[in-house]
């Protein structure tokens, strides 16, 4: 049991340092890739 925990935490902890390199990128090169563009107009509504 205790195993599987810890297997679920590094899954969170890698899909969380992911999702944060994305917003990174995606604030950095606006231009480039076009996603907070994408994210702004969701966050709107």
């Given at each position: 049991?205790?195993?599987?925990?810890?297997?679920?935490?590094?899954?969170?902890?890698y899909?969380?340092?992911?999702?944060?390199?994305?917003?990174?990128?995606?604030?950095?090169?606006?231009?480039?890739?076009?996603?907070?563009?994408?994210i702004?107009n969701?966050?709107?509504f």
């Amino acid at each position: 049991m205790q195993e599987a925990k810890v297997k679920r935490e590094e899954k969170y902890v890698y899909l969380t340092s992911l999702g944060n390199a994305i917003v990174i990128l995606a604030n950095r090169t606006p231009q480039k890739l076009g996603l907070s563009d994408k994210i702004g107009n969701k966050a709107q509504f």
